[in-house]
């Protein structure tokens, strides 16, 4: 009686790693990309990055603004982050990143479950973790893959997709930049 229902779910299955896919984007790709982040360079001091939040339909579910506060004391990279979410919410989030070798870093946070991983190649960052997001009253376990690419000038973009079971969610697109004007040590509202 099982084995039907085994053998009609197996095309399904197969369908959604095929809609799903592999991802096949590896931080090596980008090991000749320049210019070349380093993101104890990078993130050292104060950053100011903006972003949206997209359902898996592409439609802008929130927007926020986040300053950063990182400190590199030669192995860890600590970025102390408050965002302003245009809804009106305020959160704050700690990450800190550990150097494990020359490309290779492992990250923490509160809402992090064990440890995120982190390959640094040429122009790209890429880092994998499980997360416990904030969804309505609640919390769910979630999948990030975040990928972070420098770009000329400066400026650094962020991409992030956020899955469950393998089923894409939502995507997170972060813009940083650095010396912004009015942002002191702190948070946005040292500039407000």
């Known amino acids: 009686m099982m084995r039907p229902f085994l053998r009609s779910l197996l095309p399904l299955l197969a369908l959604l790693t095929v809609l799903t896919g592999c991802d096949t984007m590896k931080p090596e790709q980008f090991a000749k990309q320049t210019p070349a982040l380093a993101l104890e360079d990078y993130f050292q001091g104060q950053t100011r990055a903006y972003g949206i939040v997209e359902d898996r339909f592409g439609n802008v579910r929130r927007q926020f603004v986040v300053d950063i506060k990182g400190a590199w004391n030669g192995k860890e990279l600590t970025l102390d982050e408050n965002f302003d979410w245009s ?7 700690v990450w800190v990143l550990t150097r494990q070798g020359p490309n290779q870093w492992e990250g923490r946070t509160q809402d992090a479950i064990g440890t995120a991983k982190g390959v640094l190649s040429g ?3 890429n880092m994998v973790y499980d997360f416990n997001l904030k969804m309505g009253e609640g919390r769910t376990k979630v999948r990030f893959d975040d990928w972070m690419f420098l770009m ?7 991409k992030a997709t956020i899955s469950k079971f393998g089923i894409h969610l939502a995507t997170v697109t972060i813009a940083f930049r650095k010396d912004v004007p009015g942002v002191a040590a702190g948070s946005q509202q040292a500039a407000e």
């Open 152 to 158: 000329p000038d400066g400026m650094l973009l962020n």
């Open 123 to 125: 122009n790209a960052y």
């Open 87 to 93: 809804d009106g919410e305020k959160e704050r989030r």
